[in-house]
């Protein structure tokens, strides 16, 4: 399997997973920015999942997780780490919005923030493919993930280093 990652065809493939995730995160993190109480924390009210003592801090703080993992694969740099981040929220929206679903209820997502309302039983199917586009460019291969990159400005030495989350 990795011997195939390694081909120029497959890092094709892991460049462009890796370009859609972060167009897709970087567009969902500045259509919060603007106005993030109503975009985004308001969003993590109406889902009425969280306790509201969490509901308030993860509305504040999921912007900007989905901007630093968006500009981690823009750039290639942590990748790994931004993968695993973007997989690990598109899990988490899968699972908010089943729940939802499965209560009856009909909720504007909040995924894109202020360039567009997004109903939660619409874009559960974005959910999947993210998870998987993640995946991928996770468990590439060094080269291959940090191929066209600016991560593969960083030594060698911290390369190994932070082999794991880089």
Known sequence: MIEIL???????????????LAASFLTAAFGKLV?????????????????????RPF????PFI????GLGLLFGVLTRLSALGIG???????????IVLSHGRSVDCGCFGAFGDTL?????????PMMFFAMVVMWAPSDVRHWKAVGNA????????LRFIW
């Open 6 to 20: 390694r081909k120029k065809p497959a890092r094709i493939v892991v460049l462009c997973f890796r370009l859609i």
């Open 35 to 55: 106005d993030i109480e109503r975009y985004s924390v308001d969003a993590v009210y109406f889902f009425v999942i969280l306790p509201m003592f969490l509901a």
């Open 59 to 62: 509305g504040l703080v999921l």
């Open 66 to 69: 989905e901007l630093l993992c």
């Open 88 to 98: 690990l929220l598109s899990l988490s929206f899968l699972i908010a919005k089943a």
């Open 120 to 128: 939660a039983s619409v874009t559960i199917f974005l959910d999947l």
């Open 154 to 161: 960083l030594s060698k030495t911290w390369k190994e280093r």
